[in-house]
């Protein structure tokens, strides 16, 4: 049983004050890949604890230790012989737990459904009626006064820029937002927040679902960005930055708005330092450490 | 399928470059050459169960002509890139998001720095003191 007050505890944390913690680490933003893999790794540890918790509950009946606890009860599942023995607590803590899985996958599921149809639509549209670009494959331009661009993300990946945006950047400027744009292909960046936004769908109570999905955009704008600086101009990515972000009518103004990320995008493009390779080995190291937590307590007990 | 998609949008392009006046078969296939009669007759049939073309019957033959206008199409993609639905993050990554006023005030001025030339850029230019 201490086994699993202590996942409990530590998922508890994970899942709840510790992205708290991640959100405020100034240094991540300059090694953005990095930072999602923290993210990643706090959430798959956080996973990991409280599924591991469940588990320990289910497995104390077998005294055996946590991982033999839970081959043996694996075991008994494929015996159909899972109910036998059963106390009222076991059994409705395992049934929640079916429970609360089936929902979590199935929510999951019809999400991911959901914005790969959205987006294959999407891209139909655009390739019956976007003009032939003469930005190379891929990349398309849309016909409309606005200044827009943005990124598609799937299997057949689509960039667009609009011919407002080209109308209010010069070709260099062109040149660095697709760079950036070709960053989100290249490190398919869509694979990222896919199951991200699909699990804040269910989990919106979970203050790790809260924060991890905007952090995670945040470092891959990030992560674009630091692409687009070796293929192109920092200098000029920013000021293509500044022009597209100012040329839309502002947004009615709203209570709660978190400031825009364009500013700090700029701030970093024109004053950042270099990538650290330090930071980025502690934060490689720092994500192991997240997940093999839930894993030594498991294997300790 | 690729090449499906090219053949869609070639006879999409046909359709709305005669507004008002619906075409046969025949005559979309006339403008296309290299692809069989009934190669055309299949796409129109695909882009007429997607809604984007419209069948109407003329004495034994069918006519075609495209929903709505390719700015309609246009406008309705714009529309998705540019509103901020629940999904949309998910669907599409957007370059920059429009900023507030009193943030695009900053950044307005912020750009006239930028603009001034980096001195690096033009090697025959004379350099300013700094």
Sequence with gaps: MGVAIVLALLAAVLLGPAGALLDRLQWIERVPKTGVLLWQALGLAGALSAIGAGLAVGVVRYHAGFFPGVSELAHDILRGRILTGLGVPEAVGLTLAVDAAIVLVSVMTVTTIRVVRTRAR???????????????????????????AYYI??????????????????????????????????ERHGLVL?????????????????????????????????????????????????????????????????????PRRVERLLHTVNRSRHLATLGCGLAGLLVALPIVIALAA | ???????????????????????????????????????????????????????????????????????????????EALRGAPDSHAVLVKFAETVTASEAEVLRSALGGLLEPPTEKKPGSPKTAG
């Design chain 1, 122 to 148: 999407h891209r139909h549209l655009l390739d019956l009626v976007a003009l032939d670009s003469r930005y190379g494959h891929g990349t398309v331009t849309l016909e409309d006064a606005r200044a827009t």
């Design chain 1, 153 to 186: 993300p799937g299997l057949r990946p689509r960039i667009v820029v609009s011919t407002g945006a080209v109308q209010i950047l010069n070709d260099d400027e062109v040149a660095a937002v697709l760079a950036h744009e070709r960053g989100h292909a290249q």
């Design chain 1, 194 to 262: 896919l199951p991200l936004s699909a699990a804040g769908e269910v989990l919106r109570w979970v203050p790790y679902m809260r924060r991890a999905p905007k952090a995670v955009a945040s470092l891959l704008e990030f992560a674009a960005d630091d692409y687009a600086a070796r293929h192109a101009s920092r200098r000029l990515l920013a000021s293509a930055l500044i022009r597209m972000a100012t040329a839309l009518a502002p947004p009615p103004c709203a209570f709660g708005v978190a400031p825009a990320l364009v």
């Design chain 2, 1 to 79: 399928m690729a090449r499906l998609g090219e053949l869609e949008r070639k006879v999409m392009e046909l359709l709305w470059s005669s507004p008002g006046e619906p075409l046969t078969v025949r005559e979309v296939a006339v403008e296309l050459p290299h692809h069989a009669y009934t190669t055309v007759l299949t796409v129109l049939d695909r882009l007429a169960r997607k809604g984007m073309v419209e069948r109407t019957k003329d004495g034994r033959a069918h006519r075609y002509s495209a929903t709505a206008p390719r700015d309609v199409y246009t406008a309705e993609l714009m529309r």
